[in-house]
């Protein structure tokens, strides 16, 4: 096995330069000897066959590279397999279609992509993340394996759970350990609650209840791996999606959620050195883990060393010390107040509620006292996600409480005009569509595009109007700085997040701002942040999530190290922007202050010192001093820290930013010392206006700042 791996290895090596490994092209169909191999050798494509018992043979995508037995992670044709192997085959089609056919020249499947009519001939790529992908000529996604999982979630992987309501994604287990197709068990969000919650069910039985979300727009946690790699894992609500991600910091750790044929959902982690896949996590993980297993009114209580069924207070056991039958109440309910309702923090609130659509905290109270049969409430408002039709969650249980666990429920036309610079060389067809794109854009913190118009060179951008005008305005203005007290401070942090998460994540596409400053937040009447200058701002295709521009254009000292050195832009360069912007509206110290460079190489510098030294309270603003709890405030400048890490796979991901700011008990990790900060201020001493500085020239002019 190991003579294997080597060997594979040792050939890679010789094949530099023999770059179309990874792709499918319409001239250069897939055959059954045939495998694709992802750029870095991450994942392979091909047939295989789990068994030698038969000669059913699959389409799909493993770990390429990891010695032991295949682990596959997808499979197009899993209950059509191919009987005659040499037969199988996979072509794109002269209209974009991806074609698997079998001996008989029939179709046993097909991806059904988003063609695009008249466009050039699509080519198939399989990438390192995993995903494989129909992408045409000019780079659009329009199919991808990503959007169609089996029984397994990879990293990076947007796995929607519900869309408007309606359920959309589902990992179906194998049947068997050497059987492909669809087994009993699967996974997905609730059809009755989709928002709310997700199960792994026993054909249609609720087999395991993972959990209710807590209501707030980005819940999840962040865990410290044994190889010291970070874990990032959100569930997002953003009023039509309702949707789960993990990321994984540092190298692309071999990572993997995975629904195995017996039931169980596993987090697996490749363990390099045991050469095996290690458990980080799984569910169901204890007997009363099982849904219901409790019976009515108990709970399953997972602080105990072996996780046992417990009543909830004011309950007893039905029958001694079998909880099968569950408990019932030590005294007979009495109704029609509001004080026999007892809190219960730190649960999860139990199945089988009922949703009561638009209902106020104290219409949700009253809901349930003024009817008998009503046992429990939970409320929550969202309208922080953003602009929900209805804002409010008021869950109501009647007769009993079903599956308790672990968190509650808790809420948590004038225009401006921007003149973009003369000469730009985008071209007016790409620039119009951009600004039709972004104009569909809608979050409480972007400012709305109205509009655009273009005359001869110029190109004008029509916003709505602020009157606030911009965070630097305030923050930066001994006059004024006062205006923002913590709470504000920390409210335009947090909405700045949510703006830049929506961009980044939540709309149908995925938009790297490239130049996020405090100049570029608006702030209206009430001091709501609102996210403005999409003048370079790029849309990334479907899965696209790096690219490089010759033209670095953008702002000094907002800039990471690879899109200014390199040109490399992504999410995570707008994440690195996002923390400089962080640690300037806690100091309330501008990123390019003069003595700041001079004595500290910069903000950074300085923020880093003071926080090594166990004095990172002294960078906080003295104006806002006396109104921050000092846990929130230390809790941003380390999210601040992480954010403007040197490398970009160190940073989070803006739903790990928003999880980490709104959860005050979420596990952050230690922040690497940012050692470019140095480098990055020595070209230019001021560097607050916008800069374009042409990579191949080394010429910088100036663009029309707002
Ligand atoms: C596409 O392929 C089909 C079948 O291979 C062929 O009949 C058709 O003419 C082709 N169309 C174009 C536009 O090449
Ligand atoms: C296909 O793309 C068009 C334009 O982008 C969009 O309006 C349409 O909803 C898409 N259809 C599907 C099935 O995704
Ligand atoms: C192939 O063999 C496996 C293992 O015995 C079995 O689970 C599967 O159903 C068989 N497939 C077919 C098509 O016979
Ligand atoms: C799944 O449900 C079936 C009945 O439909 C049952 O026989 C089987 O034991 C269940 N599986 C597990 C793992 O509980
Ligand atoms: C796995 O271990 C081998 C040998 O111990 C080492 O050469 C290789 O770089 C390691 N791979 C990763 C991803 O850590
Ligand atoms: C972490 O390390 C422990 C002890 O060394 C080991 O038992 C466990 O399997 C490891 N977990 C992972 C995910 O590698
Ligand atoms: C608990 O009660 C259930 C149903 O009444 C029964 O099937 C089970 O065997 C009992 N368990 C114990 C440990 O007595
Ligand atoms: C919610 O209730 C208010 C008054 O109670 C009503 O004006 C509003 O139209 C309702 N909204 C929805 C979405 O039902
Ligand atoms: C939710 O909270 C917002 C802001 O705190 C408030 O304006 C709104 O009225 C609340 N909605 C409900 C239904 O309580
Ligand atoms: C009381 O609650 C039950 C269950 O939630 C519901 O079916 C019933 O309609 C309610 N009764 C009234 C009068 O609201
Ligand atoms: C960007 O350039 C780097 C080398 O500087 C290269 O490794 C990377 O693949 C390029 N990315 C894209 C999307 O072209
Ligand atoms: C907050 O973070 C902790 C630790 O990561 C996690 O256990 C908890 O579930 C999180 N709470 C929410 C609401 O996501």
Redesign the pocket.
Known sequence: MSIHYVLIFFLLFLTPFCNSDDQLTHTKPLTHSDTLISKSGNFALGFFSPTTSNNSFYLGIWYHGIPGPRTVVWIANRDSPIITPSSGMLIVTNNSHMVLSNSKGQNIWTSTGNITAGAAIAHAVLLDSGNFVLRLPNGMDIWQSFDHPTDTILPSMKFLMSYKSQVVGRLVSWKGHDDPSSGDFSCSSDPSSPNLQFFTWNKTRPYCRIGVESGLSVSGGTYVTNTSSILYQTTIYSGDEFYYMFTISGDPAFTRIKLEYTGKLKFLSWNNHSSSWAIISERPSAACDLYASCGQFSYCDFTQIIPACQCLSGFEPVDGINFSKGCRRKQALKCGKQSHFVALPGMYVPDKF?HIRNKSFDECIAECSH?C??TAYAYANLSSVGALADPSRCL?W?EELIDVKKGTLEGGNVVAVKRLSKGSTQGIVEFKNEVVLIAKLQHKNLVRLLGCCIHEDEKLLIYEYLPNKSLDAFLFDATRKHVLDWLTRFNIIKGISRGLLYLHQDSRLTIIHRDLKASNILLDTRMTPKISDFGMARIFGADQNQANTTRVVGTYGYMSPEYAMRGAFSVKSDTYSFGVLLLEIVSGLKISSAHLITKFSGLIGYAWRLWEDGKAIQLVDSSVMASCPLNEVLRCIHVGLLCVQDHASDRPLMSSVMFMLENETALLPVPKQPVYFALSNCGNGEGSESMENSINTVSITTLDGR
């Open positions: 009922l009817n049969s009503c109501v009647s």
